[in-house]
C-alpha cells in the first residue's frame, strides 16, 4: 500500500504562510535558477548510473519538470543525484559546530580537502546498506534505510565519519537523507497544491513497486564548487590511491 505524503511536506513550499525568501536563495543559487560557487566537500552516495532504480527516480524527476509551475524550481543535474552520507564543511557554513574545533575557521576550502583526504586515507568503513524512499517532496525524494538493519549500519558511518571530521552537527542522531532533486525559487501557489500532492502519492506508490530498494554506489568523499557536480576523490573504505585525489583537491 502507498505511503500518503504528510500534508506539512508539501506545506513547507506553499506560498501560504511562507513570507521570506527560500533558505538558500542568494547564496547556492540565484532568481534565474542560476547556481553560485558555494565550494566545500561532503560525503555521499551516488545513484548507480544505468540501473532500473535510477530509471525509475528520474522519471519522477521528469514527472516534476512537466508541471506547468515547475519553473518554481530550480534542478540540478542528473549526475549530480546522490544521498549526502555525512555532510562536510562548506564556504558559507563557517562557524562551530559545523567546523573541527581543532581547525581555524578561516582555513581555506582546498586546504580542508586535503586534510581530510589525508584523515579518510586508512578510514576503513562501516559496511554496505540499502535505501528506500519513503516521500517525495517539491525537492525532491526523502530515504531511509531499507531496513532496521541498514538504519543502524548508516548510523555507524556517521558516528565513525564524525571522529575524522572533528564535529557533529546539532541534527547528527535526527538529519533526514534525501535525494536533492531542486532548490524553489519561489513558493508554489495555493492552488497548485493539490496537483502537485496527486503527483507526488502516484509517483511514492510508482516507486514502491518500480524501485522499492535505491541502489546506490558506495559512499565517497567529494569536493564541489556547487550544486552541479560532486566530484568523487576517495571512495570510503576501498582504500583507493588518492595521488590524483590529491592533484583534484589542489
Known sequence: MSQSIKPSSLARYAANGNSDVPRHLGTRYN?????LPEPGN??????VRGSTSERAVLGVRDRMLSMPDASKLTFTPVSSLHMTLFQGIIE??????YWPEDV???TSIDAMTRLYLNRLEEFEGCGSFNIKVIDVTPVGLTVKGATLG????????RDTLAVPFGYRHPDH???VFHITFAYPIDWLADDRLPAWQELFD???SHLEQAAPIIEIQPPAFCSFND???FEELLVLGNKYHRASALSMAK
Do not use: Q, S
Not at 558559507?92 to 559546530?97: G, T
Not at 541498514?150 to 558511518?157: F, L, N
Open 42 to 47: 561532503t560525503v555521499v552516495c551516488h545513484l
Open 31 to 35: 532568481a534565474n535558477g542560476t547556481f
Open 173 to 175: 542522531d535526527t538529519y
Open 227 to 229: 550544486m552541479n557536480h
Open 92 to 97: 558559507y557554513r563557517r562557524a562551530l559546530p
Open 202 to 204: 502516484d509517483c511514492l
Open 104 to 106: 581555524p575557521l578561516g
Open 150 to 157: 541498514d538504519e543502524a549500519v548508516i548510523k555507524a558511518w
